[in-house]
């Protein structure tokens, strides 16, 4: 069986010292392990940004693929080969701006993946300029006079798009961090965890110290139910989205290649049959 050390390779991550990011890879690889599986088993889709360089730090199959198409290609990676157990990764940009059309509808689609994204409240790989998870006022290169835009709020979009399974975590929570990400691998459906991940050298505002004083865990409101969506929208509200934790699954909705009919073990497309022309007939019957 694969222990931690068989998801290390022997790349060394080009990020700054202190970049949340390398908390992110420590954590994939310590979840891979923990839920047993093996380095073929697992493919990592990443899109453009320091965060999407994810995709070739992690021994595993790796496809970095273009700024915000990271959930288009591991959809489709995942369509093709059940099997396997795909995560998707990027920033905030990445997902939240250019991709957001692609994270909205992976969200209600409901593939069983899991998606992380690295979110800095800034596009690091471009030198620093404002995201749409940056702070109104927030002052970059992009935004000297500080940024008009209010922030958009993922968590709440996700819940709202229909999605089973949202998680927010912080990179110096490791343990938090790595138990999430077990928890969306093992989820059956689309997975969708947000980290707090600070970039230590272009956002001097979103910092560790920031993060720590204004951060609350679920944990901290007694009660909370992590499968009443109407609570975890509230909470998301009343804190502005900064807190962490298993914030909604939903167990009970099937993921989408459960509910295509066609698509079961047992249908034809999942044979490795030669078609003769009556097979062919009962497959295209299938998809009818
Ligand atoms: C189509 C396209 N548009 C713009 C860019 C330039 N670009 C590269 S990464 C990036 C944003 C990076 O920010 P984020 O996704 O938050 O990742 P981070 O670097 O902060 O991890 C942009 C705008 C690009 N590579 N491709
Ligand atoms: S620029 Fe920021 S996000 Fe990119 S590696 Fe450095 S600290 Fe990380």
Not at 85 to 96: I, K
Not at 117 to 128: E, H
Not at 244 to 273: C, H, W
């Amino acid at each position: 069986m694969a222990t931690l050390k068989d998801f290390r390779n022997n790349v060394k991550p080009n990020w700054c010292p202190g970049c949340g990011d390398f908390s992110v890879q420590a954590a994939i690889q310590r979840a891979a392990a923990n839920v047993g599986l093996e380095p073929e088993n697992l493919a990592i889709v990443s899109g453009i940004g320091c965060s999407g360089r994810i995709s070739g730090y992690v021994n595993a199959y790796g496809f970095h693929g273009i700024h915000g198409r990271s959930l288009p290609i591991a959809q489709g990676l995942k369509m093709a080969n059940r099997e396997l157990t795909v995560l998707a990764s990027g920033g905030d940009g990445d997902g939240f701006a250019i991709g957001m059309g692609h994270t909205v509808h992976a969200i209600r689609r409901n593939i069983d993946m899991t998606y992380i994204v690295m979110d800095n409240q800034i596009y690091g790989l471009t030198k620093g300029q404002t995201s749409p998870r940056s702070a109104a006022g927030f002052k970059t290169k992009s935004t000297p006079n500080g940024s008009i835009e209010s922030t958009l709020a993922p968590l709440e979009i996700a819940i709202a798009s229909g999605a089973t399974f949202v998680a927010q975590s912080f990179s110096s929570n490791l343990k938090q961090l790595t138990e999430l990400i077990e928890e969306g691998i093992k989820h059956k459906g689309f997975s969708f965890i947000n980290v707090f991940s600070p970039c230590v050298t272009f956002n001097k505002v979103n910092t560790y110290d920031w993060f720590k004083e204004n951060l609350h865990d679920v944990s901290e409101f007694e009660g909370y139910d992590p499968s009443n969506r109407a609570q975890a929208m509230m909470k998301l509200m009343e804190t502005e989205g900064l807190i962490t934790g298993l914030i909604y699954q939903d167990k009970t909705r099937p993921s989408y290649e459960d509910s295509v009919y066609g698509f079961k073990p047992e249908g034809l497309a999942n044979q490795d049959v030669m078609l003769s022309s009556d097979q062919f007939d009962k497959l295209v019957a299938e998809f009818k």
